[in-house]
């Protein structure tokens, strides 16, 4: 055996390009301990998503080696991504990233907070909703 001492990233966390994630599963808090619910649950509820193993790794039983393609459930998908295990490949992404040019050409606000017909503060059928117009 090899006694290998401390160690430390090959490629500083800094240095690392972020994984290219769908923008359909980032709602914020994801249920990440989907190995409480079951597979088709997990699928129906985030979708099955075309996957490029990146590393050698084992999910529920099946062994899959760096280059093998797969689908697996979104959750599942988002965690490996994030430890750089798998990398999506779905085409899904492509779309994703066409409306998303889309959008930017148009200048349409993404987030509810951006968008004026969500301003709440300035409906008058929710009052002021406890913000101050000043």
């Known amino acids: 055996m090899k006694n290998h001492g401390p160690l430390s990233p090959i490629i500083p966390a800094s240095k690392r390009p972020a994984p290219r994630l769908p923008r359909a599963i980032q709602t914020g808090v994801i249920e990440l301990l989907s190995g409480f619910m079951s597979h088709e649950k997990s699928v129906a509820r985030y979708g099955s998503w075309e996957v490029l193993a990146l590393a050698d790794f084992a999910y529920r039983g099946n062994r899959l080696a760096k280059g093998d393609r797969c689908h697996l459930p979104g959750t599942v998908a988002l965690v490996l991504a994030n430890y750089r295990e798998v990398e999506f ?46």
């Open 89 to 134: 490949i779905d085409a899904r992404l492509d779309e994703e990233d066409k409306l998303a040019a889309e959008v930017a050409r148009l200048k349409i606000p993404l987030a509810a907070k951006d968008n004026p017909a969500f301003a709440t503060s300035r409906r008058p059928e929710f009052g002021n909703a406890g913000f101050s117009d000043k």
